[in-house]
């Protein structure tokens, strides 16, 4: 298996503009996570998903953060606007359930708005 | 509120010294708790997970234990090698409350082992 594919890798835009960040999980896992990590908070959880449906949102930062996911290989991270206190690395992981298993993390998408 | 402590927050050490990082939670109310490796700029690794019913996990060089009734956790890095220097992350899952399923996570140890 692949692992967690996370995309784009790096994404630098200016404030105001839509950025969409995107994560494949692994096959089979399904819950799936949306993390952020700043260096001054470290790594928080943003929303988690169950069987595709969200399960915990309370980590959102507000309402110009949203997330899907339409299937169960596929999930969307949104910000609009942007602001420059968004820039930070997401991680997406995934895991069998949201029980006794193991995360898995993908490599995240290091995000710069300026 | 579960919350995740690692102490210290940065430790250098010579080549071929046994370390120990220390981790600790405020609610023993967990699923299990896992120790990440994070390399500068790039994603998590896992290197052990531990069960709320086991006291420890070992892979290679690396061991940990887990007291969950105190709260507590270790990584045990024997003969540590310039290849071990990372940033070092505890997590544990919760089993109450709104966090229920995701991770909480310490900020971590940045470990730096000279040559």
């Known amino acids: 298996d692949a692992g967690v594919i996370q995309s784009p890798r790096h994404e630098v835009t200016e404030m105001g503009q839509e950025v969409t960040l995107r994560c494949k999980p692994i096959?089979?896992?399904?819950?799936l996570f949306w993390y952020r990590q700043t260096m001054m908070r470290g790594l928080e959880l943003l929303i988690y998903?169950?069987?595709?449906?969200?399960?915990?949102d309370s980590g959102m930062p507000e309402d110009r953060f949203s997330a899907k996911m339409p299937n169960a290989s596929f999930s969307t991270l949104k910000i609009q606007p942007s602001e420059p206190r968004d820039s930070a690395v997401y991680f997406c992981?995934?895991?069998?359930?949201?029980?006794?298993?193991?995360?898995?993390f993908g490599p995240g998408t290091r995000l710069t708005v300026t | 509120k579960q919350e995740v402590t690692q102490i210290p927050a940065a430790l250098s050490v010579p080549e071929g010294e046994n370390l120990v990082l220390n981790c600790s939670f405020t609610?023993?109310?967990?699923?299990?708790l896992q120790w990440f490796r994070q390399d500068p700029g790039k994603g998590l690794t896992s290197l052990l997970l531990?069960?709320?019913?086991?006291r420890e996990q070992t892979s290679g060089r690396l061991n940990a234990s887990l007291d969950k009734s105190s709260g507590r956790s270790t990584l045990y890095i024997a003969a540590s090698q310039p290849g071990d220097s990372a940033t070092y992350l505890c997590?544990?899952?919760?089993?109450?409350?709104?966090?229920?399923?995701?991770?909480?996570f310490g900020k971590g140890t940045k470990l730096s082992v000279k040559p």
């Open positions: 997590a544990v899952r919760p089993v109450y409350g709104g966090s229920q399923g995701n991770l909480i």
């Open positions: 096959s089979g896992h399904n819950s």
């Open positions: 992981a995934s895991s069998f359930d949201t029980g006794t298993y193991e995360q898995y």
């Open positions: 609610d023993s109310a967990i699923y299990n």
């Open positions: 998903f169950n069987n595709n449906v969200p399960i915990d």
């Open positions: 531990i069960q709320s019913s086991q």
